[in-house]
């Protein structure tokens, strides 16, 4: 389809594991972010990329965690050495940024480390 | 620090009624408010946003009302529909940068 896209869309390892999630935004949207759902929590930002500026990484939780986004457009969300703490659902999402545009989600990488 | 708030974590409503979510927020510099609509194992989808600059804004059964003094606003749902039964979240936006969102309220529509 012509939605956002996420693999994998679910992702079991075990603590200590690198983990890689994958997001294809949808085409011809220049801003991407990333964010995160923790159990019984509200979504919670973690970055955001506008374009070829440097990405605003404010809302990542520790140096674990890295992004990057080739070529303007498919972004990759990778945790090194990953904890418990980091079991989530990672959620992407893309507009037509900046300014004030609505921002369209992916389903969402649902992440459980043991 | 919670910007956005959702007091109400679920609402029950009967099918044919209206149902109104609610969201707070403290941040005045806050210029753009958009709802979502969220299934489970499903991400977000955009329902309706407004601009701070406006009061309201509709689209069919959905209309946000905004209350800037007192840093509110609303979704209205009218008529409800057993479709509407979902998680929805509150989210505002400074100067087209991240979303910050609201901790959501579940709605459950009763045939």
């Known amino acids: 389809g012509a939605g956002v896209s996420q693999s994998p869309s679910n992702k079991v390892t075990e603590k200590g594991k690198d983990v890689e999630l994958r997001c294809d935004p949808i085409?011809?949207?220049?801003?991407l972010y990333w964010y995160r759902q923790s159990l019984g929590q509200g979504l919670e930002f973690l970055i955001y990329?506008?374009?070829?500026?440097?990405?605003?990484k404010s809302g990542l939780p520790s140096d674990r965690f890295s992004a990057e986004r080739t070529g303007g457009s498919v972004s990759t969300l990778t945790i090194q050495r990953t904890q418990q703490e980091d079991s989530a659902v990672y959620l992407c999402?893309?507009?037509f940024g900046p300014g004030n545009q609505p921002q369209h989600f992916g389903d969402g990488t649902r992440l459980s480390i043991l | 620090d919670q910007q956005v708030k959702q007091n109400s974590p679920s609402l029950s409503v009967q099918e044919g009624r209206i149902s109104i979510l609610n969201c707070d927020y403290t941040?005045?510099?806050?210029?753009?408010f958009l709802w979502y609509k969220k299934y489970p194992a499903e991400g977000p989808t955009f329902l309706i946003s407004i601009s701070s600059i406006k009061d309201k804004n509709e689209d069919g059964r959905f209309t946000v009302f905004l209350n800037k003094s007192a840093k509110h606003l609303s979704l209205h749902i009218v008529p409800s529909q057993p479709g509407d039964s979902a998680v929805y979240f509150c989210?505002?936006?400074?100067?087209?940068?991240?979303?910050?969102f609201g901790t959501g309220t579940r709605l459950a529509v009763r045939p």
């Open positions: 999402a893309s507009s």
């Open positions: 941040n005045s510099m806050f210029d753009y």
């Open positions: 990329f506008q374009g070829n500026s440097a990405p605003d």
């Open positions: 989210a505002a936006l400074y100067s087209g940068d991240k979303l910050t």
């Open positions: 085409s011809g949207h220049t801003a």
